[in-house]
């Protein structure tokens, strides 16, 4: 049983152009999300975060959207860059509890 | 400005040998976290310590699989008589008690393979 999915393992997108990832997840006591990036050979690093009370954070090029009643979180990243390009991985807690459930993935691959 | 750091980096092994990896996290981080990563999966916790208190394990983690972290500061992970199955990409993690809620600073990993 996965908590939490990412519905689409790759995506293409033009240097320029709006990147959205997806991510769905099942657990309605989850109260925070985490977006981190991944290159090849490194540990994942933190992106951006959104509580439960707030339905969109921003940073910089970064934006993460919450729909809690769809239990549905999206990043956008706006313009893309091909230095974005690397494995994107959607997280959510429980505030408190200790440990995250992360999703599967999504590769992005910004082209020049 | 030192990260979270893992040794060794990578770990080639036949099966049924015993493997440790080593994790010092932030300095200062009170809570330290192992995963485990497969090869188009998201990482997988297995469990996770505040200060040198094991606070919750995971399921995944086996009787052959053995965490500690001593003095509050370092970890090991130990795998015993490993099989093919745990060939996988282990992360550590930490992060602090206060700061930026449930942000977590990975390591690079240590990747195993089980021939």
């Known amino acids: 049983d996965q908590q939490v999915k990412q519905n689409s393992p790759s995506l293409s997108v033009q240097e320029g152009r709006i990147s959205i990832l997806n991510c769905d997840y099942t657990n309605s006591m989850f109260d925070y999300f985490l977006w981190y990036k991944k290159y090849p050979a490194e540990g994942p690093t933190f992106l951006i975060s959104?509580?439960?009370?707030?339905d969109k954070n921003e940073d910089g090029r970064f934006t993460v959207f919450l729909n809690k009643s769809a239990k549905h979180l999206s990043l956008h990243i706006v313009p893309s860059q091909p230095g974005d390009s690397a494995v994107y991985f959607c997280a959510a807690s429980r505030v408190g509890a200790g440990k995250s459930t992360f999703g599967d993935g999504t590769t992005l691959t910004v082209k020049p | 400005d030192t990260g979270v750091s893992q040794d060794p980096r990578h770990k080639i092994t036949k099966r049924g040998q015993n493997v440790t990896f080593r994790c010092d996290p932030i300095s200062e981080h009170n809570r330290l976290y192992w995963y485990r990563q497969t090869l188009g999966q998201g990482p997988e916790f297995l469990t996770y310590?505040?200060?040198?208190?094991?606070?919750?394990k995971s399921r995944l983690l086996s009787d052959r699989f053995s965490a500690e972290r001593p003095k509050g500061s370092f970890s090991t992970l130990e795998i015993q008589r490993t099989e093919q199955g745990d060939s996988a990409m282990y992360l550590c993690?930490?992060?602090?008690?206060?700061?930026?809620?449930?942000?977590?600073?990975f390591g690079p990993g240590t990747r195993l393979l089980v021939l």
């Open positions: 959104i509580s439960s009370i707030k």
């Open positions: 310590f505040q200060n040198e208190a094991q606070l919750e």
């Open positions: 993690a930490s992060r602090p008690d206060r700061g930026r809620v449930e942000t977590q600073y």
